[in-house]
T-cell receptor, first 115, second 112 residues
Framework: GAGVSQSPSNKVTEKGKDVELRCDPISGHTALYWYRQSLGQGLEFLIYFQGNSAPDKSGLPSDRFSAERTGGSVSTLTIQRTQQEDSAVYLC?????????????FGPGTRLTVL | KQEVTQIPAALSVPEGENLVLNCSFTDSAIYNLQWFRQDPGKGLTSLLLIQSSQREQTSGRLNASLDKSSGRSTLYIAASQPGDSATYLCAVKPGNTGKLIFGQGTTLQVKP
């Protein structure tokens, strides 16, 4: 079956613009996660959803970052007024459920470059 | 605060060698530990997941062990091949909640 998909695969934007990144989880997976991977910081957790609720938003670096999930499926990560330090690869993952011993399966990522 | 460390950061071996990658974590109260592989410019591929109550998991040439009390996990790769060249990441799940906390990874190069 299809894995986790993300779009766009690459995004180049100018400082100060807003961007939206999309994630399509594996069908039937109720949990969805966003991570960020940058050279200096490694792979960092941002936020996760169980269904449409976000029990843990602790990794969002500032109030310029927000995410939503509707219909228990697709999620969108929005970054407002982008800064150069937002440049990174944004990875999405999904699992059957956020609880229990469920593996997380990752998408290919969106590479964001802020000029 | 849970921290995950992987040593070495990079490793180069000749084809056919057996090798061990190390992962350590500061808080032994983990729910599970997962090993991933990442190829350049790609996402993460899950290799093995070890539950907190387990000591090891095996898949083909890969064997992962877990010692919760000492805060360590190892990934053993037998008879390495050039196709094993990639970055290997370990991640712990600190509780019965969603997030994973990742190490910085070990970049492996297997030379033909």
């Amino acid at each position: 079956g299809a894995g986790v998909s993300q779009s766009p695969s690459n995004k180049v934007t100018e400082k100060g613009k807003d961007v939206e990144l999309r994630c399509d989880p594996i069908s039937g997976h109720t949990a969805l996660y966003w991570y960020r991977q940058s050279l200096g910081q490694g792979l960092e957790f941002l936020i996760y959803f169980q269904g449409n609720s976000a029990p843990d938003k602790s990794g969002l670096p500032s109030d310029r970052f927000s995410a939503e999930r509707t219909g228990g499926s697709v999620s969108t990560l929005t970054i407002q007024r982008t800064q150069q330090e937002d440049s990174a690869v944004y990875l999405c993952a999904s699992s059957l459920s956020s609880g229990g011993y469920n593996e997380q399966f990752f998408g290919p990522g969106t590479r964001l470059t802020v000029l | 605060k849970q921290e995950v460390t992987q040593i070495p950061a990079a490793l180069s071996v000749p084809e056919g060698e057996n090798l061990v990658l190390n992962c350590s974590f500061t808080d032994s109260a983990i729910y599970n530990l997962q090993w991933f592989r990442q190829d350049p410019g790609k996402g993460l591929t899950s290799l093995l997941l070890i539950q907190s109550s387990q000591r090891e998991q095996t898949s083909g040439r890969l064997n992962a062990s877990l010692d919760k009390s000492s805060g360590r996990s190892t990934l053993y790769i037998a008879a390495s091949q050039p196709g094993d060249s990639a970055t290997y990441l370990c991640a712990v799940k600190p509780g019965n909640t969603g997030k994973l906390i990742f190490g910085q990874g070990t970049t492996l190069q297997v030379k033909p």
